[in-house]
Nanobody, 125 residues
């Protein structure tokens, strides 16, 4: 089973960009589909983006489509979330998660088996 560690969060002004990274340990990373979720204070955790194990397929929440890009480098055991045109509503703790099936099965958090500890993203207006 992989272990996940996120990094790259921080404070940015509205309209700015950040790139989150999620480093995975374990040689089985290439078999996992990966997702990014976020949770704002007082709100439920929500799906942001997902990528299939091969990287050939991605999926985005409507709220981030066209602004965020998920990618992965299987040689580096890392998945990324490039976030552009950030808005104050994007403020949340961002989590990466792994699905051992390797497939993009849906957007609910219970489909994912392994979670990172989260990284805070704060967008100021």
């Amino acid at each position: 089973q992989v272990q996940l560690v996120e990094s790259g969060g921080g404070l940015v002004q509205a309209g700015g960009s950040l790139r989150l990274s999620c480093a995975a340990s374990g040689r089985t990373f290439v078999g996992y589909a990966m997702g990014w979720f976020r949770q704002a204070p007082g709100k439920e955790r929500e799906f942001v983006a997902g990528i299939r194990s091969s990287g050939a397929m991605t999926y985005y929440a409507d709220s981030v489509k066209g602004r965020f890009t998920i990618s992965r480098d299987n040689a580096k055991n890392t998945v990324y979330l490039q976030m552009n045109s950030l808005k104050p509503d994007d403020t949340a703790v961002y989590y990466c998660a792994a699905d051992r099936t390797g497939l993009l099965r849906g957007t609910t958090s219970r489909l994912y088996d392994v979670w990172g500890q989260g990284t805070q993203v704060t967008v100021s207006s």
